[in-house]
Nanobody, 116 residues
Framework: QVQLAESGGGLVQAGGSLRLSCAAS????????MGWFRQAPGKEREFVAA??????NTYYANSVMDRFTISRDKNTGFLQMNSLKPEDTAVYYC???????????WGQGTQVTVSS
């Protein structure tokens, strides 16, 4: 069973930066993809970014392109968020897909609040 532990959220002023981490645990962690979604109050959960575990290819939502950077190191994924805007305020959830891509594991979520 894979468990994902998120950290790094918080309160920051517009234009500031935060770095989210998503640490995976389990006897043998393998995943084709790790990434983040976010959900703002009253809105649906939306895709933010993802990284291929084998190739390190990255994928971003248009709204965060050139501001956010996803990366990985061993069993941990990172989301570096720069030039944050108030509209980036949301709960951020990391995820990792199972090796056969039939299951998706989720982190507990971390709150990111950007003040104007």
């Amino acid at each position: 069973q894979v468990q994902l532990a998120e950290s790094g959220g918080g309160l920051v002023q517009a234009g500031g930066s935060l770095r989210l981490s998503c640490a995976a645990s389990g006897r043998t962690f393998r995943t084709p993809t790790m990434g983040w979604f976010r959900q703002a109050p009253g809105k649906e959960r939306e895709f933010v970014a993802a990284i291929s575990w084998s190739t390190s290819n990255t994928y971003y939502a248009n709204s965060v392109m050139d501001r956010f950077t996803i990366s990985r190191d061993k069993n941990t994924g990172f989301l570096q968020m720069n030039s944050l805007k108030p509209e980036d305020t949301a709960v951020y959830y990391c995820y990792a897909d199972s090796p056969n891509s039939l299951n998706r594991y989720w982190g507990q979520g971390t709150q990111v609040t950007v003040s104007s």
